[in-house]
């Protein structure tokens, strides 16, 4: 059974931190690409963060640059998203997604696309994230 199941969220005070997990289960995060997006309340879903797992190149929104840090442990088949310096604008629910191989995440338009457009496979729950100022 492919499945994703987001955690981490919480509330947090402006300038700290958080990490977010995204645990795999029924294919390997090793060779599926992955993203991390987030949707803000009225807001429209932008990409935050992707991993092209066959070159193992990471790209990330420049809003969150410098800030975030995407990453995955493939012995526990998670893939993470470590948030620094957090901001009352980066409050949103957060969802991990994967898409089969030959599947290579292209960055453009604000976010993380793969094969032409056409949609992630597989998405997790999404867990929220409320940065308090």
């Known amino acids: 059974e492919v499945q994703l199941q987001a955690s981490g969220g919480g509330l947090v005070q402006a300038g700290g931190s958080l990490r977010l997990s995204c645990a795999a289960s029924?294919?390997?995060?090793?060779?599926?690409?992955i993203a991390w997006f987030r949707q803000a309340p009225g807001k429209e879903r932008e990409g935050i963060s992707c991993?092209?797992?066959?070159?193992?190149?990471?790209t990330y929104a420049d809003s969150v640059k410098g800030r975030f840090t995407i990453s995955r442990d493939n012995a526990k088949n998670t893939v993470y998203l470590q948030m620094n310096s957090l901001k009352f604008e980066d409050t949103a629910v957060y969802y991990c997604?994967?898409?089969?191989?030959?599947?290579?995440?292209?960055?453009?338009?604000?976010?993380?696309?793969?094969?032409?457009?056409?949609?992630?496979?597989?998405w997790g729950q999404g867990t929220l994230v409320t940065v308090s100022s």
């Open positions: 991993i092209d797992s066959s070159a193992d190149e990471t």
């Open positions: 029924g294919f390997s995060v090793d060779d599926y690409a």
């Open positions: 997604a994967a898409d089969p191989p030959p599947s290579i995440p292209v960055w453009g338009a604000n976010t993380c696309s793969v094969l032409s457009g056409t949609p992630w496979a597989y």
